[in-house]
């Protein structure tokens, strides 16, 4: 560990002096850090969440996990919380994996989280039931949603792992009852990403086009073999529920056995307790259909024979019950006779009207004939005379006015807008002027404020270096391959002293009188110790190290890193 700084000046009163080391802040801090960080690693930590209010603006999540003794601050950043299979939630009780590390900033210990998921059985049927208990409230489970399966599709669609048992019960089964086109969409039924695979296999199958190149199906089948609840929680995820529930085409789910209840049973418009019993409900058995057409074909024969048998009695019973034709046209031929008989008294008569009208027809066109109504039109027309175009003249003169009139508005108006449009332009020009004046003042003042921030910081970048340390009368350790030597038990026969103004090479007091090296390899004596001058140009006290004072190295010892070592007092 470092040797601490030597103490600060003393008072102006004197006192006793104290050898407790003295820290700084961000010192202390780092050294937690590292002791925290070096003694934990990485950890399981089981406890309840508390304090989770979503993401921040950020993407990071913060919170809290608890137990009843403690609790501590956990964090997940932004690209870890899009990967978790468990998302966090309130009260929700986890065991997270992740590494401990402490954050300066509020002199804080917390946990970086990796994984999380839910601690146990019975969290995974906790927020089972408060997830199911969302999507109840909203509706998705209510009968009214469900639609009914197509007796007979014409192509039957399964989501499905292609490699497990479960798609070949379904096939042999489908084809024992009544044999159908099937397209599989594989998907990977557990473990990460298999939510997400479900939910878009389903909006892929409704997404399809109908009489498109690829045949859309009449009915969905979601099947998977029976297994844990950890194992079959896919099938609980809220997107395939919601995919489920967006499904225009009837969806049948297959998920474990007879016993095991998912959240996508709810939504689906049937449940089969097995994924042959899915295969069962999705097409009927041929030959049972056959033999029912069959037997519907015969009862519609016999029916067809026993309505014309009896139809052929009701025409014969008809048939007798109608009367003699002499007889059922004797009225008929009475009725005509008696008609033929009035027909010419009927004839005369209405030619006698007509010929009345057209002699009372004759005599008023002798009182008043065509020649003497056309005369009278014409002598209308004579007198109106050359009114119309006197009336035409007159309105076209008064439009002309009225065109003249408007066009002198039409100038006037004209001289108005161009009197104001060019001074508004005055006006912008101006403005813009005043605010060009203004953008240069207000980048002078930003460049002062950005040399003056900048100074500050080239400041205290050299107040922090440690080479303002060497400055202050400290220097630094290294051996032969230029590393920092923290501990009396790295000594080693050849070491390099490291002051603010250049390098001496030395020998501890201990080594062997002959020169010789603890390993047998010889050791110059400590007289023979040279030093280094560097060159004239140093970096000055409280300021970062120039280019010219880094080049004073040895060339074949690496640059130290700030803030690294051991500093021995002179």
């Not at 146990?120 to 949603?145: D, P």
């Not at 409704?206 to 073999?225: E, K, S």
């Not at 033929?340 to 030619?351: D, I, M, Y």
Request: aromatic share 4%; charged share 25%; net charge positive.
């Amino acid at each position: 560990m470092a040797v601490p700084p030597p103490p600060a000046k003393a008072a102006a009163v004197p006192g006793p002096v104290s050898n407790v080391p003295e820290w700084s802040v961000g010192d202390l801090a780092s050294a937690l850090k590292r002791t925290l960080e070096d003694a934990f690693g990485h950890v399981r930590l089981r406890g309840e969440i508390s304090g989770f209010r979503g993401q921040h603006s950020s993407g990071h999540a913060y919170f809290s996990l608890k137990d009843g003794s403690a609790r501590i601050d956990a964090v997940v950043w932004k690209g870890t919380f899009n990967r978790l299979r468990q998302r966090p939630q309130e009260g929700l009780e986890v065991v997270a994996t992740g590494r401990i590390t402490t954050f300066p900033g509020k002199s804080s210990y917390q946990i970086v989280i990796e994984t999380l998921e839910p601690a146990g059985i019975g969290a995974w049927m906790a927020l089972l039931e408060e997830r199911k208990r969302v999507l109840a409230a909203e509706g998705l489970f209510a009968a009214e949603r469900k639609r009914p399966i197509p007796y007979l599709p014409r192509v039957v669609g399964v989501v499905t792992s292609p490699t497990g048992a479960v798609i070949r019960d379904i096939l042999h089964r489908l084809e024992d009852r009544f044999a159908r086109p099937v397209l599989v969409w594989p998907v990977r039924v557990q473990g990460e990403g298999a939510a997400e695979e479900i939910a878009a296999a389903i909006r892929g199958f409704n997404a399809l086009a109908p009489g498109g190149a690829i045949a859309r199906p009449d009915v969905l089948i979601v099947a998977r073999g029976g297994g844990s609840i950890e194992d079959l929680w896919a099938f609980n995820e809220e997107c395939v529920v919601r995919a489920a529930a967006d499904s225009t085409i009837s969806l049948i789910s297959a998920v474990g056995h007879e016993t095991d209840t998912t959240l996508i049973d709810f939504v689906s418009d049937r449940r089969a307790p097995t994924p042959t019993g899915a295969a069962e409900m999705a097409v009927p058995v041929r030959a049972d259909l056959v033999a029912e057409v069959s037997d519907l074909a015969r009862r519609q024969r016999e029916a067809v024979q026993r309505r014309l048998d009896r139809e052929r009695s009701d025409l014969r019973a008809l048939v007798r019950a109608m009367p003699d034709v002499d007889a059922f046209l004797a009225a008929k031929r009475q009725r005509l006779d008696l008609a033929e008989a009035r027909l010419g008294p009927a004839l005369a008569g209405n030619a006698r009207v007509f010929r009345l009208r057209v002699s009372r027809l004759v005599e008023r066109f002798a009182g008043h004939p065509p020649t003497l109504a056309l005369a009278q039109a014409r002598g209308r027309v004579a007198r109106i005379g050359d009114r119309p175009g006197a009336a035409l003249r007159h309105d076209m003169a008064r439009k002309g006015e009225g065109l003249t009139y408007l066009g002198r508005r039409l100038v006037i108006a004209r001289e108005g807008t161009v009197s104001r449009a060019r001074a508004e332009q005055v006006r912008s020009r101006d403005r813009l002027d005043a605010l060009q004046t203004r953008l240069v003042r207000a980048g002078v003042r930003l460049t002062e404020r950005r040399a003056d921030r900048l100074a500050g910081l080239s400041g205290l970048l050299g107040s922090l270096s440690y080479r303002a340390v060497l400055a202050r009368g400290y220097a630094l350790v290294r051996d032969a391959d230029g590393r920092a030597i923290r501990a009396a038990a790295q000594v080693a026969p050849h070491m390099t002293l490291e002051f603010t103004d250049g390098f001496v090479e030395v020998a501890p007091r201990d080594a062997p009188a002959d020169g010789a090296s603890p390993t047998g390899e010889a050791t110059p004596p400590p007289e023979t110790a040279r030093k280094r001058t560097p060159p004239k140009k140093t970096a000055p006290k409280n300021t970062a190290p120039t280019t010219a004072a880094r080049t004073a190295q040895p060339p074949d010892m690496p640059a130290p890193a700030a803030r690294q070592g051991s500093l021995f007092d002179l």
